[in-house]
């Protein structure tokens, strides 16, 4: 049996649509899909109006970044699965990191303005579609306006930490983004926790016990950036 429970469309930082994500989830024989853009489930209802009469089981659900102490460029992300897209609690929390997001947007604008780059905030909404403004589509911007010659080198000169575009990210403590995935009937998952970056496994397990009191109920153990020894340690962990 062959599912994804962490997948993104055009409504964060995908490139298919959900409608697209539902059909090549099909070709690939996936039995199972779970939609996680980043501070938005816009994409969830869309995608089960797609997978609706098919094979295909779509599970609603959200990816949330979190505000915890990490070394260098470690960093913390959770998956709401099993989400209701439609519960308040959810759509007004979503609703305030969006508004959040859009500001955040509007000043790295500015600042890159101010390096001479000749980009908008509407020309910016409008490549995002109505969904979830990132830092990808501002550095796919300045590669189409061809101030970069590619989305990595936009990172990597302008919109990375310490660089002249970077503006810090609107987060979530852990216990907020948890109890917010819980009130909409979500799982509260730990994403690609190699990310964390720690030493040894010690490390790894002590943030787990912290977060389990907090209320975190599983680990993504298969992921594309999890070496065999670290999928391991995360299957026995969990």
Known sequence: MAVDLHSHTTFSDGTLSPEELVAEALRQKLSA????????????LPAMKAARDTSLRLIPGVELSI?????????????????????????????????AR????????????????????????????????????????????????SVWEAFDKYLAKGKAGYVSKK???????????????????????????????????RIFRELRGQGLDGLEAYYSNHVWN?????????
């Open 33 to 44: 899909l779970a939609v996680t853009d980043h501070d938005e489930t816009g994409g969830c």
């Open 67 to 99: 505000d915890y102490s990490l070394p260098g460029k470690a960093h913390m992300h959770v998956l709401g699965l099993f989400i209701d897209p439609e519960n308040e609690c959810i759509r007004s929390g979503l609703a305030e990191l969006s508004r």
């Open 102 to 149: 859009e500001e955040r947007a509007e000043r790295i604008i500015r600042q890159l303005n101010g390096k001479g780059m000749a980009l908008s905030i509407d020309e910016l909404k409008e490549l995002a579609g109505g969904g979830s403004i990132g830092r990808p589509h501002i550095a796919t911007l300045m590669h189409r306006h061809k101030y970069v010659s």
């Open 171 to 205: 987060k979530l403590t852990f216990k907020e983004a948890a109890a917010m995935i819980h009130e909409a009937g979500g799982l509260v998952i730990l994403a690609h926790p190699v990310s964390l970056n720690q030493k040894n496994y010690n490390g790894y397990t």
């Open 230 to 238: 670290m999928t391991r340690f995360l299957l026995e962990a969990a």
